[in-house]
């Protein structure tokens, strides 16, 4: 396997790896490594299928249950569907799509869960001929830029993630009323460190109501401008998508969003798979 820097911050280019077959230990280890290491990683010109999406995910971990499906329906499965089109080929409706937008915010996925997830694993099938790109930029290499006094600020302070609040900023019809009875806000440190490498990251994101101790207020502010810091401009890796392409970015320490597409024009298809964490972040220590 070959790996490329894709920009200065994070990310990387994998190829002579192909995904749809099983990987040696030896090949597996390699792309685990790279994953610690660069936070996000690209696969192009993969032939993909649901089976061999599942079995590459199950390699990192335990699989995490689709959010959406799991708290509207209680059903359980593994595979997410990113896009306009449903399972049987349809296009979606547009509260599914209003839903959707919420993505369009920078978030970390599953952070509003107990466990937040580790990698998502994202796989194209059908793409637009213009726009729909995402957007990526790295938490990790934010807190670097950091200055002493913020770290300290930050260092021991918890944040309340809420799915209800960030998806409700789309409209209150964006979520269900199962969706509201069975999600709840969750703690999460505002400091996270990779057990790998070492290296420390800020925790935030659109789903990021409030900070422990810290007056309304004061809590937004600091939320804003620890967001605006991992997103500047400059830190923003855009990608667009073509099919078969295939990557893997690293929840803890990655931010990410979609940039819009035509929906009624195009069709957009992408399946995705979530590593569950080890633990809850709250439980973590920072050496």
């Known amino acids: ?24 230990d030896r090949d597996f280890e390699q792309i685990d490594l790279a994953a610690n290491r660069y936070s996000f990683l690209l696969f192009e010109d993969q032939q993909m299928n649901d089976g061999a999406h599942l079995d590459f995910t199950r390699r990192f971990g335990q699989l995490e249950e689709e959010h959406v499906s799991y708290y509207s329906q209680g059903k359980i499965t593994y ?13 979606t409706t547009p509260r599914r799509n ?25 796989s194209a099938y059908e793409v637009p001929d213009e726009a729909g790109e995402t957007e990526f930029a790295s938490a990790r290499a934010a807190y670097r830029r950091l200055d ?6 930050i260092e021991d302070r918890v944040g309340i993630h809420d799915y209800i609040y960030s998806r409700t900023k789309m409209g209150e019809d964006a979520v269900n009323q199962s969706q509201r009875t069975y999600m709840h806000p969750v703690r999460q440190r505002l400091v996270r460190q990779n057990p790998v490498t070492g290296e420390r990251n800020v925790f935030v994101g659109s789903h990021v109501k409030q900070i422990e101790g810290m007056p309304d207020a ?17 830190s923003v890796y855009r990608h667009r998508w073509r099919v078969g392409d295939l ?11 979609g940039c819009g597409y035509d929906e009624q024009k195009y069709r957009r298809r992408m399946h995705q798979t979530r590593v569950r964490g080890s633990m809850p972040s709250i439980a973590e220590p920072l050496d």
């Not at 002493?148 to 600020?153: A, D, G, I, N």
């Not at 809590?219 to 997103?231: F, N, W």
């Not at 990557?247 to 969003?257: E, G, K, M, T």
């Open 1 to 24: 396997m070959k790996i490329e820097s894709i920009h200065a911050e994070f990310g990387a280019r994998i190829s002579g790896a192909d995904l749809s077959q099983p990987l040696s």
């Open 79 to 91: 595979i997410g569907l990113v896009g306009n089109v449903d399972v049987e080929g349809n296009k």
């Open 98 to 122: 209003k839903s959707a937008r919420g993505n369009e915010m920078w978030h970390s996925d599953s952070s509003f869960r107990e466990i937040p997830a580790m990698y998502s694993i994202l």
């Open 148 to 153: 002493q006094r913020t770290r300290e600020l």
């Open 218 to 234: 004061e809590a937004k502010a600091l939320i804003r401008r620890l967001i605006d810091e991992v997103t500047r401009p400059e």
């Open 247 to 257: 990557v893997i970015w690293d929840n803890r320490c990655i931010l990410h969003r």
